[in-house]
């Protein structure tokens, strides 16, 4: 192994690294860019095959981060007279180092060349690897455009692409949209229709139709619960969901679309008009209103609200305080009631 000690700066323009002198046969290791300035530096590195007079783009656009290293991850193998180049994105950036193998005999055993996708404009050297529609080709002599899955002069598979499925399923031509599908018993591979209707059930994976009494129960009575009325429920120990409104500054429009338990904290020395949902009878929801916690003096006022005989209440004005207004409908007005200077 011959060991290059003297760094190799890379200008913007193509600079020999490395050239396999006459008669040998060599394999560069160890291909080290180093940047030792403050900002990334981008390299493209190529190769001159001599006995095709050819250069070859082997990589581009490869990114060298700002005081950072990048070594090529695969030997190159070259023979007499070629030439490895690089070129930077930005002069005086790059310094290359490498090592090299280098033999007047054939060598015991040659490396591939990851080339990448293939392209019909690059000229591709033996040992070349290549990709084509899903599969990966061997160069077995150099070429230009001779596409890989046609051309077996030049190229040897390497891996090809399997078979694609379909994803179809056989079943038979009376299938209609949207019906259940079941395994033919007999085969257990084709696909037939499901011949029970109604409301199914399925025991140790085998569909049939389920029975009234035995496998559910009929509905019977107002069960819905949507815009539905229950008629003498009773309901234990339920936890009503909190809808919290959040800092209300000037105005805000109060919804019951989220729960009938919110919460709402005014800012301070601010008054802000709340407008009320519609008046739908029945409906109720309770407002915990609270006072920011470092100043006060909020307060409040309810659109279309009527109150009691003390008339509409005054928001209790110390800092961090709550207010707890309650709210019912009839169908034509909303009514309140507050209770005052609750500490949270």
């Not at 403050?38 to 581009?60: D, F, H, R």
């Not at 990048?70 to 490895?84: E, F, R």
Request: some cysteine; hydrophobic content about 40%; overall charge neutral.
């Amino acid at each position: 192994m011959a060991l290059k000690g003297k760094p190799i700066a890379i200008g913007t323009s193509d600079t020999t690294i490395y050239t396999c002198p006459s008669t040998i046969e060599a394999s560069v290791h160890g291909l080290v860019f180093s940047n030792n300035t403050g900002s990334a530096v981008t390299i493209t590195l190529k190769i001159y095959i001599q006995s095709l007079g050819t250069t070859t783009t082997v990589a581009t656009g490869i990114s060298v981060g700002a005081n950072t290293t990048y070594t090529w991850p695969k030997p190159i193998n070259v023979n007499a007279g070629d030439l490895i180049q690089a070129a930077a994105s930005t002069g005086s950036a790059l310094v290359c180092f490498y090592s090299v193998y280098e033999g007047s005999a054939v060598a015991a055993a040659v490396g591939f060349t990851p080339r990448g996708a293939w392209g019909s404009g690059s000229t591709y050297a033996v040992n070349d690897v290549v990709s084509y529609n899903g599969s990966s080709y061997l160069a077995i002599q150099a070429s230009t455009n001779q596409q890989p899955d046609t051309q077996t002069a030049y190229w040897l598979v390497l891996a090809a692409k399997g078979d694609t499925g379909s994803g179809d399923v056989t079943g038979p031509a009376s299938s209609v949209d949207s019906e259940i599908a079941v395994f033919n018993s007999t085969t257990g591979k084709i696909i037939k229709r499901a011949s029970a209707t109604g409301i199914l059930k399925a025991t140790s994976g085998v569909l049939s139709a389920a029975t009234a009494g035995t496998d559910y129960v009929t509905p019977t009575g107002s069960e819905t619960l949507t815009n539905k009325t229950l008629t003498n429920p009773s309901v234990n120990n339920y936890t009503e969901g909190v809808v919290a409104i959040g800092t209300v500054s000037s105005s805000n429009t109060l919804s019951l679309t989220n729960g009938t338990l919110q919460t709402a904290t005014l800012t301070a020395s601010t008054a802000c008009t709340f407008t009320m949902p519609t008046a739908t009878a029945g409906k109720s929801f309770v407002l915990l209103l609270k006072q920011a916690a470092s100043t006060g003096n909020g307060t409040a006022t309810f659109t279309g609200v009527k109150w009691g005989t003390a008339g509409a209440p005054t928001v209790t004005a110390t800092a961090g305080k709550m207010d707890i207004f309650t709210f019912v409908a009839d169908g034509t007005n909303w009514y309140g009631s507050v209770a005052a200077g609750f500490t949270p």
